[in-house]
């Protein structure tokens, strides 16, 4: 089977609450989704999509995917799609780094060998460890007394973990966020505060001093590993990382330091389905748990976050995310909706979905 064709689509995803808001004053209305697909001489065509958090995030923008794409697409015509770890080993050798760009491509691969294959990808990723994944809600930067409305709000939805933004301009704002949703809690619920690098290191200091009487987990409370290092060792809190945690080998040296609990596991930041099986295997030997998930995306994403999901093993699954949810444009058929704070991957073969053309619209890159 060879690549004969590859085309990508931008599609916006408009948020149902109107703007999501995080550290540093950060927030999208709309995001900026690109959906790839790959044709082959087979007639198997796989989709993937990628959707970066705006551009002060992660290093990924949404105009560098489409650039990447156009750059790094026409290297892969002619190309096994079946054969992941070489064709991965090919994307490194022309596209140096952006590894977002490459997670489509990655993820559209998966989507024809499980067609080919005729198998569902959590099967082909691991076999199904779990009946479905329990998600968590990240909880938009707001004030103390809103972002504890939110709480009660989901948590009738089904769901029982609860992320919320902080990393504000006030440590003081950020203690006080963490506490007032925390009185909202019951028994069974989790509680993640996460700052998404915006705390400096005496900010963070601060805030793991001020609510170490309260049952929460603080992630990623500054830019760099080592200020994160910094804080992870003035509190027993438990502890996540993400924006940090990039590939292989900043996962080892986080491993190395017992610098953290949990790790935060997103798709396209390490490059897609095949770099995140092996960082998911890798946790799993050294008994990490991990969020898996993404920056963002609609109904494709989510599709590859519940089958990498139900394929680990429960006890490390920490959560998995539902973006699906979070917006009002639906992009395929037969992704996972939630049911009770929970969601389930779709048993038929590749990623299960069926893109909506019409939401799609016409392709703005054709390869091939």
Not at 177 to 182: L, V
Request: contains cysteine; aromatic residues 6%; charged residues 20%.
């Amino acid at each position: 089977m060879k690549i004969s064709k590859i085309l990508a689509f931008q599609v916006d995803l408009p948020l149902k609450e109107g703007r999501y808001s995080w550290s540093n004053g950060n927030f999208i209305d709309v995001f900026d989704s690109t959906v790839v697909a790959i044709e082959t001489d087979a007639g198997i065509t796989g989709y993937g999509e990628i959707c970066p958090l705006g551009p002060s995030y992660l290093p990924a923008y949404a105009a560098g995917v489409r650039a990447g794409l156009a750059q790094i697409g026409p290297h892969l015509l002619g190309q096994d799609p079946t054969c992941l770890g070489q064709l991965n080993r090919h994307m490194d050798s022309v596209l140096r780094g952006h590894p977002y760009v490459k997670s489509p491509i990655d993820m559209a691969c998966w989507d024809i060998l499980g067609k080919s294959a005729g198998m569902p990808l959590q099967v082909l990723l691991g076999g199904g460890a779990q009946e479905d994944v329990a998600l968590y809600r990240a909880i938009s930067q707001q004030s103390p007394t809103d972002m504890a409305e939110k709480v009660k709000t989901y948590r009738s939805e089904g769901y029982t973990k609860f992320q919320l933004k902080v990393g504000g301009d006030d440590a003081d704002e950020d203690i006080a966020r963490i506490r007032s949703c925390a009185a909202e809690l019951i028994a069974g619920d989790i509680l993640v505060a996460d700052a998404n690098t915006g705390w400096t290191m005496h900010e963070a200091a601060r805030v793991v001093i001020g609510v170490a009487d309260i049952d929460v987990y603080i992630e990623q409370p500054c830019a760099s590993y080592e200020e994160c290092l910094s804080i992870r060792r003035r509190t027993p809190l438990p502890f996540v990382l993400d924006e940090v945690i990039d590939g292989i080998p900043m996962l080892l040296r986080g491993l190395n330091d017992h610098a953290m609990d949990i790790i935060n596991l997103k798709i396209s930041k390490v490059g897609g389905l095949t770099k995140a099986r092996q960082i998911r295997d890798l946790c799993v030997t050294q008994g990490i748990a991990m969020t898996i998930e993404d920056s963002w995306g609609g109904d494709i994403v989510t599709s590859a976050i519940a089958h990498l999901a139900q394929s680990t093993p429960k006890e490390f699954l920490f959560s998995a995310t539902d973006f699906n949810s979070y917006v009002t444009t639906d992009i395929a058929t037969g992704s996972p909706r939630r049911i009770d704070g929970k969601m389930k991957a779709s048993d038929r073969p590749g990623l299960g979905i069926e893109p909506i053309m019409e939401a799609l619209g016409d392709p703005v890159l054709v390869i091939g």
